[in-house]
Each structure stands twice: as structure tokens, then as C-alpha cells.
């Protein structure tokens, strides 16, 4: 059993004067793409990080010459090393990222370039595709094959809040011309453009490590290979010598900046014993198969199986509606859509509390595809469940599903949380002595790889090094 890992793979790019647009459209999707995150994703919040990014940011807008948008920044609560952009000027950074820079320059040149995406209206040009509830793409032929066009955005807006919502790749050209700009305005903020290549091969390296996987080359792919990107961005960062403008903070100050901040998945949204996921924010809990994959979001649990042809995506409090209600208004849309009734509709019992299901079936291409939606009064909130898989699935998917269970909070088993610090080291210690002296929770891999450094490397007195604590997580009641 795996979790998936959420990246989404928006990058950056950036003009210093635009022609006049109408520019709405653009506020408009950005205020979309902040809900969905917010529903989907979550914020994190810590006063002190966020207004150093903030300041950081618009420091940069303030050398564009000629925003397009007044820009603002956010930090999102996942645990994968990445930034984005929307429409309109809003710029995302997970936690996962900010853990992985070591210098200013680092984190100044990924904010660029996604400053440049947004400023330069990219996402006209991007390659579109259907996501659902920022947890998983929906696998092959499954609900994309029964619901076409707007009627599978009606099947995944109980389960996304704000309805399905475009998660758009950028083409290559867009990548590199936003990394061509990006390392540009960097520069001329005051930022060596070089670090933009070197915090994107960290990236990498990151997502290896998380994933076990390299990034693989394809000509077709949306998104640069990085080790090209990375060519070329060096190729492009010694044409542009950088300002003489002074950075925020001193080295050791940007390292201590990110001192306490979370590393790892929130347990606050679900964590795993065994083979059984622990959902706070329902609260329920449920078994997973050997092979079938995870994730969790803010109000969301989703498991896939293994070879992506079944899944089950359980989400709760986005709704007040009553579930007979609830279901009534799923069918009839879906009914004025694509013409299609359910197989099956019916009144159930969900461990004591009352709601309803509603069946569809159907051959796509020779295979028959079975999709049930679940509708339940739980606990004062609205629970829904969307189960959906080839025929032959059907007994795996039933399985997890009986293992569905509701929870109290007080019995909710004990679980841990990791934080990034920053110490100081003791002269002529190396990496390993140095993560032993502090009782560093996390391998020595990854310490080396959020300091850039090798295991025996000889560490100066007084250098700030980052390491990783775990603590007992405590859950609110």
C-alpha cells in the first residue's frame, strides 16, 4: 500500500510590459483554483513564514515593471516538494518545498518563475485534464466513460466541493520560456539565476526519493525533462549577472526561518496503522488491499487500486443537504445530461445512520464498468462515497468497502508528526555525527538531501544545518 503523492506540475515564465486584456477571466479562475485548493489541499498557516514569502514575492513583482495582477502568495499544506501558479496573480508553495532550499536565491528563483506563469497568461496555452478532488486522476474508462463531458463534473462535485475543477500541464515551449524569464527577473531582483537549476535537481532528487521512480523522458511529455531544463537553465543564467540588491535575510537567518515547520503527510487529515486508514476529518476509518494506493486532502480519502480500475473517494462536511435530497439531485442531473437512469437506487442503513445509494452500470468497450454513489446523515454532515470499477473488480471493491467504519476521535490510535529544525553544528563533526548528536528521527539520506550535503562531509563550527524531529500529534476534539 503506497500514498499517493499529490504534484502538480505548474512551473513559472514573464513579460515586463503587456498589451491591455480584459483581465477578468483570469480573476475568476484564480478565485477558483484558491477554493479548490483551500477544499482540497488546505492552507497552512504560520505567521512568520507567511509574511516572509509574501514580502519575498512581492519583491519580485516589484522588478516586473508592469503587473498584470495585484500577486499574492499562499502556503498549501502538502507534504510534496512543489510550487504553482493560477489566473489572475495567486502563487501556491507547499511545505514540502520550503524545506528543500538552502539559500534565498533558491526559493526567490521558483517564485519567479511561477510569478511569470501567471503574468504572462499561460494558462490559455496548457493542455487540459480532468481531475477529481485533487486526490487521484480518474483511472482509464471508469467515470470519464460513463459520464461524458459535463455530466462527470456533476458525478465529481459532491466529492470536490467547487465541482471538477481543469488541472492544466504546461507545454514545453511555456516551461522553457518561463525558465528563460524567470532566472531574468530573479536576476534582476538581486538573486544569482543559477539557483533556479539547482533547486529544481533537488526537486527531483526529492520526488525520487518519495517515489522510488526517475523521471523519464518523452518527447510528448508536458513538462521539460528536468535534467534538460536544468542544461538549459544554466546555459541561460550566465548571460544574466544579478543586481546588486540585498537579499531579505542573512544565510543562517533564512535557514532558521523555516525552524518547527511541518515535514511529511498531516496526520490531521488521515494517517495508516497496518493496512487501516484513520480519517479525522469524517471521523471514519477503513482497510486498504494489498497494492491499491492512498490519499488524503482536507475533507477527502481516496484508495485506487493497484492497476488504476477501481477506485473509492469518501468525503464529508462539504454539504448540509439531507441525503435523500442529496441523491435526488445527483440522478436528475445525470439524467438531464446523458440520459441515463440508475441500475439501481435504494435506502440503506450505515452502521445505525440513515441514507441511500444509487447504481449505475454499463459496457465501455467490451468491458462492463460499475459505479455506485453513497449518500449518508452522518453525524450531523453530509458523507459521500463514490465507488466506481470494472465488473471484475467489483469483489476487491466491495471488500474495502465493507471495511468502512466509524470512529470516535478518543479512540483514535496514536500518531506522529515530523518537524524540520535548524542547529547549529559543531566544527569538524560530519553529517552522520551530526544527525546522531541531535537524534534525528529521519535517515541520513534525506538530511544530506535538504543540505545538499554527503554523509561524511565535514561541517563548519556555527553552520546551520537542517535535521528532522518526530513528535506525538495530538488530535482536536
Known amino acids: ?24 477571466k483570469d480573476t475568476s479562475l484564480g478565485r477558483q483554483v484558491y477554493e479548490f485548493v483551500e477544499g482540497n489541499m488546505g492552507f497552512y498557516h504560520h505567521p512568520e513564514i507567511e509574511a516572509y514569502v509574501s514580502k519575498l514575492g512581492q519583491k519580485l513583482v516589484s522588478h516586473l515593471g508592469d ?22 496573480g495567486r502563487v501556491f508553495l507547499t511545505r514540502g518545498l520550503l524545506a528543500l532550499p538552502i539559500t534565498e536565491d533558491e526559493l ?19 493542455k487540459r ?55 531574468g527577473l530573479a536576476a534582476t531582483a538581486g538573486y544569482n539565476p543559477s539557483s533556479l537549476a539547482t533547486i529544481l535537481k533537488r526537486m527531483e532528487q526529492e520526488r525520487e526519493f518519495l517515489t522510488g521512480e526517475e523521471e ?29 540588491v540585498p537579499p531579505l535575510l542573512t544565510a543562517s537567518a533564512f535557514l532558521q526561518q523555516f525552524d518547527g515547520l511541518p515535514m511529511g503527510p498531516n496526520p490531521g487529515y488521515g494517517f495508516v496503522k497496518g493496512n487501516t486508514l484513520f480519517c479525522p476529518q469524517f471521523p471514519l476509518q477503513v482497510d486498504s488491499l494489498p497494492g491499491w494506493s492512498y490519499a488524503f486532502s482536507p475533507s477527502s480519502v481516496g484508495l485506487v487500486a493497484d492497476k488504476d480500475d477501481a477506485l473509492l473517494i469518501m468525503e464529508a462536511g462539504r454539504d448540509s443537504t439531507m441525503a435523500a435530497t442529496y441523491l435526488s439531485r445527483v440522478e436528475t442531473q445525470i439524467r438531464k445530461m446523458t440520459l441515463k437512469t440508475p441500475n439501481t437506487r435504494n435506502d440503506i442503513l450505515w452502521e445505525g445512520h440513515a441514507g441511500g445509494m444509487i447504481e449505475y452500470e454499463a459496457d465501455i468497450r467490451g468491458k462492463t464498468v460499475h459505479v455506485q454513489i453513497f449518500a449518508i446523515d452522518y453525524t450531523g454532515k453530509l458523507l459521500t462515497m463514490l465507488a ?44 552522520t555525527a551530526f544527525a546522531t548528536r541531535m ?22 563550527e556555527g553552520e546551520i544545518i537542517k535535521w528532522i524531529l518526530r513528535i506525538p500529534f495530538r488530535f482536536r476534539q
Do not use: W
Open 388 to 431: 466506481a470499477c470494472y465488473l471484475e473488480k467489483k469483489k476487491e471493491l466491495d471488500q474495502v468497502l465493507a471495511t468502512v467504519k466509524p470512529l470516535r476521535i478518543a479512540d483514535m490510535p496514536d500518531a506522529e508528526q515530523q518537524l524540520l529544525k535548524a542547529s547549529a553544528a559543531t566544527g569538524g563533526e560530519t553529517a
Open 1 to 24: 500500500m503506497r500514498r499517493i503523492a499529490l504534484v502538480l506540475y505548474c512551473c513559472v515564465g514573464y513579460c515586463f510590459t503587456a498589451p491591455a486584456q480584459d483581465l477578468t
Open 439 to 460: 537524534g534525528a528521527s529521519a535517515e541520513i539520506k534525506t538530511i544530506c538531501l535538504i543540505n545538499d550535503r554527503s554523509p561524511g562531509e565535514i561541517l563548519k
Open 108 to 126: 526567490a528563483c521558483v517564485m519567479a518563475h511561477e510569478i511569470i506563469h501567471s503574468q504572462n497568461r499561460h494558462y490559455i496555452s496548457r
Open 129 to 183: 485534464s480532468l481531475i477529481l478532488g485533487g486526490l487521484i486522476a480518474l483511472p482509464g474508462l471508469l467515470i470519464e466513460s460513463i459520464f461524458q463531458g459535463p455530466a462527470g463534473q456533476v458525478v465529481a462535485s459532491p466529492f470536490t466541493g467547487a465541482g471538477a475543477l481543469i488541472n492544466a500541464q504546461y507545454s514545453q515551449g511555456d516551461e522553457l520560456e518561463a525558465d528563460r524569464q524567470g532566472v
Open 67 to 88: 503587473p498584470l495582477f495585484p500577486f499574492s502568495f499562499y502556503l498549501v499544506d502538502s507534504p510534496e516538494p512543489n510550487a504553482f501558479a493560477s489566473p489572475g
Open 216 to 244: 523519464k523522458k518523452s518527447y510528448l511529455s508536458t513538462h521539460p525533462y528536468t535534467p534538460k531544463r536544468v542544461k538549459q537553465i544554466r546555459e541561460e543564467a550566465v548571460k544574466k549577472a544579478p543586481n546588486k
